[in-house]
Each structure stands twice: as C-alpha cells, then as structure tokens.
C-alpha cells in the first residue's frame, strides 16, 4: 500500500514561485514513474511533468520554460518548482505514484490559486 501526500500550494500573485511536494510512504522501493497533474476548474486533469528513474523528465510544452520537477529518492518526495507562476496555472495539483507491479496512485491534491 502506498500513501501520497500533497502540500505546498496556496495564493500567489503573479509572477511568483511556489513549490510543491508529494510525500510518499508505504512500498516506496517500488516506485516508478512519478508525475503532477493539475485540473482547473471546469477543465480535464492534465499531466503537467512527470519523471521516471534513468529518464529525461517530460513537461507539458507550455509549462517548460517555468516548471521543473526532481524526486529526493532518500526522502520519498517529489517536488514541482513553479516560477513566473501565471493565473492560468491555477487548479488543483495532484500527485500520481506509479508502482513496478502496475499500481497507481493519487494524492489529495493541493490547491493553487494565482491572483493579484
């Protein structure tokens, strides 16, 4: 069993950072792809970045330039680092755990709120 926790969102003004974190416990040795997902209100979750153990990290193209994920593997925790951060970047982010033996699983999701 795997538990995935979010924290570090909140109300930015634009042009500002946030980081975010997910922590996970439980059958961490299996962990493979991590990635964040955002959904904003009305829209779809989207896969915003993701990485895997030996690969390059993926983003979502328009995010790029001003996301950058990593993953403390002695801590269990992934991070998003979100600068230059723009109202359109608001939602809900989520954390997605993939595991070895094919299991996901999601976190509560933290909130983002980008407004002057």
């Known amino acids: 069993q795997v538990r995935v926790v979010e924290s570090g969102g909140g109300l930015v003004q634009p042009g500002g950072s946030l980081r975010l974190s997910c922590a996970v416990s439980?059958?961490?040795?299996?962990?493979?792809?991590m990635g964040w997902y955002r959904q904003a209100p009305g829209k779809q979750r989207e896969l915003v970045a993701e990485?895997?153990?030996?690969?390059?990290?993926k983003y979502l193209p328009s995010v790029e330039a001003r996301f950058t994920i990593s993953r403390d593997n002695a801590k269990n925790t992934m991070y998003l680092q979100i600068n230059n951060l723009k109202p359109e970047d608001s939602g809900v982010y989520y954390c997605?755990?993939?595991?070895?033996?094919?299991?996901?699983?999601w976190g509560q999701g933290t909130h983002v709120t980008v407004s002057s």
């Open positions: 997605n755990v993939n595991l070895l033996n094919g299991g996901a699983y």
């Open positions: 439980g059958s961490t040795f299996s962990v493979t792809t």
């Open positions: 990485t895997s153990p030996g690969d390059t990290a």
